[in-house]
Every structure is written in structure tokens, then in C-alpha cells.
């Protein structure tokens, strides 16, 4: 895997205006997303998982931050050549259902981007490319003419994903991509996208709350908790040895198969996770945090660099 950075975010702030206050969905993140690699987002639902990846795309706009693509900072980027980084960077949505245009048919929804963008000069050559599309991505190139309604949840995706990749782009977003389908078709999807990792060169920021499919895709894991990065390493060391309370706590809350290891399960997480309009001062987690101290409760943690890739925002790391 190379180590060039592809994606890089610092000081990344995003904010939400709603009655009764603003709720920061992302309040100072820094992130960095190398060429080639799978980059895993996990986190509770409401953790801003989703408003990151949206943000790096700049689908939405930074309240405050920085956001470089292939060393260009997007914040300077004006709309026309905006337009330019939209083919390089591209995004799977989490339901296959309501992210598919009903009205259209399927060789219409794939070759869409190429027609907006004016990739080919023929509609033969745009067809030719989207049939080709289907068939790397799973779908029969003989459905070209075929609704969405016509097709399962996994063969949906698949359109999706075609979509996606109908721009020839460095980057995609997949915005839970599995967690609307049956678990032998999330095998299939995951399949599919590393296959097409391999053979394509693609960059993941793979946004998903499932320990265990993140697990199996990722390189590298960044652990989110009410709009901040708690900890990021290599997917292996995380897993084995999390040093952030919370990422301890996320491993540990996941179901075991084998009855004499559920012997060990240890007890849930107490408390509620803190309301987004008032965020605990200090370390967000301290109020549910096993290993809190009066420190917490009082100073910001930094995020820092642990050594050996890993990074952590928390006083007394595991």
C-alpha cells in the first residue's frame, strides 16, 4: 500500500442550527486518508460518521477547517472546477432503495454521471461502457432497460456501486453500504468492493457501526464519539489492543457466538449518550467512562500520536 495522502482534513468543524440551540456534528476533527487504502469510520449512530464523510466530499460546507484533495485545498475550489473533482471523488449510499431514481431505468441511472460530465461522445460508447459497468459489478448487461423496483435489495447495490464507479473516481464514500441488506449479501458487496479495490486503485472512507465487517475491509480504523476521533490505528492493533476507553467499550459490546466465551462478556456501557446540544465539558466520554478521573471532567484530551501509526485523544490511554 503506498503512503501517499490522497485525503487530508484538519481542524474540521461543522455545525447545525436547530430549535433550541447548535449542535456541533463535527467539532475539530483531523484525518488523513492514504492512496489505495480502506479507511474504516465507526462509531454510534449520531456520531457524525456520516456528516464527515459528506464533508470531505464537500457535499456540504465546513463551518470551520481545512479539507485538501490530492494536495488541493476544496475550500478555495470554486464551483466550475469543483465540478472536475466531483469525477474523482464519489460516494455509495447506505439504502439501496431510496438512492435509486424509480423512474429511471438502470442503464440510464448508471450512465447518468457520464452524460453530465460529457465523458463520451456517443450514446453507443456511453452504453457500451455502462453495460460493461454492469457486468464487473454483478448486474446481467441484458437488464439495461430493467426499473429498480425490478431488481433485490443486493442487485440495488450493485447499482449503486456501478454508479460510483461510472466516473472512473480515486475516492468513494460508502456510507454504510451493507447495513440495509441480509448478512450472505453483505458478504457478496464486501467481496465485491475489495475486488474492485485490487483491480482499480480505489481509496475507501468505509463509514459503518458494524465492528465485524469492519473488521474483515478495513486497513485502518478511526473511532468517532459525538463528533470527535477518539483513537485511529491499523485495523489489527485496534481490534486486538484498544487504548481508548470507548473503543474498548465498542468491542466489547459486540454479541459472541460461543456460549463459554459469552461467559466473559462484560457489562454494558452505563448512562446515555450526552445530548449533541450540551456535550459534557472535557473528555465527551468522561460520563460513561469505566477509567474517569477529575482531569477529564475538566481538560480537552489531545489527539496524540501514540507511535507506530496509532493516535489517541484520551489523559490515561488503556
Known amino acids: 500500500m503506498g503512503q501517499e495522502i490522497l485525503v487530508k482534513a484538519e481542524g474540521l468543524v461543522k455545525d447545525f442550527y436547530v430549535p433550541g440551540g447548535v449542535v456541533s456534528s463535527i467539532a475539530g476533527v483531523d484525518l488523513m486518508i492514504r492512496r489505495g487504502e480502506t479507511l474504516a469510520l465507526v462509531g454510534e449512530s449520531g456520531c457524525g460518521k456520516s456528516t464527515l464523510g459528506r464533508l470531505l466530499l464537500r457535499l456540504i460546507e465546513p463551518t470551520a477547517g481545512r479539507i485538501e484533495f490530492d494536495g488541493t485545498d476544496l475550500a478555495g475550489v470554486k464551483q466550475k472546477r469543483l465540478r472536475e473533482f466531483r469525477q474523482r471523488m464519489q460516494i455509495i449510499f447506505q439504502d439501496p432503495f431510496s438512492s435509486l431514481d424509480p423512474r429511471m ?22 452504453e457500451e461502457k455502462v453495460r460493461e459497468l454492469m457486468k464487473r459489478t454483478g448486474i446481467r448487461p441484458e437488464y439495461y432497460n430493467r426499473y429498480p423496483h425490478q431488481f433485490s435489495g443486493g442487485q440495488r447495490q450493485r447499482i449503486g456501486i456501478a454508479r460510483a464507479l461510472s466516473l472512473n473516481p480515486e475516492l468513494i464514500v460508502c456510507d454504510e453500504p451493507v447495513s440495509a441488506l441480509d448478512v450472505s449479501i453483505q458478504a457478496q458487496i464486501l467481496n465485491l468492493l475489495k475486488d474492485l479495490q485490487q483491480e482499480l486503485g480505489l481509496t475507501y472512507l468505509f463509514i459503518s457501526h458494524d465492528l465485524s465487517v469492519v473488521r474483515y475491509i478495513s486497513d485502518r ?5 459525538l463528533g470527535r476521533i477518539c483513537e485511529i490505528g491499523s485495523a489489527e492493533e485496534v481490534y486486538e489492543k484498544p487504548m481508548h476507553p470507548y473503543t474498548k467499550c465498542l468491542l ?17 456501557l452505563a448512562g446515555d449518550v450526552p445530548s449533541p446540544l450540551a456535550p459534557p465539558s472535557g473528555c465527551r466520554f468522561h460520563t460513561r467512562c469505566p477509567y474517569a478521573k477529575e ?18 485523544a484520551c489523559h490515561f490511554p488503556i
Open 105 to 126: 431505468k438502470v442503464g440510464e441511472i448508471i450512465g447518468e454521471p457520464m452524460k453530465i460530465h460529457g465523458m463520451y461522445s456517443s450514446k453507443q460508447e456511453r
Open 221 to 225: 480504523v478511526c473511532v468517532m464519539f
Open 252 to 268: 466489547e459490546s459486540v454479541p459472541l457466538p460461543d456460549p463459554e466465551r459469552r461467559k466473559d462478556e462484560h457489562e454494558p
Open 295 to 312: 482531569q477529564c471532567a475538566k481538560e480537552t484530551p489531545a489527539f496524540r500520536d501514540m507511535g507506530n501509526g496509532r493516535s489517541c
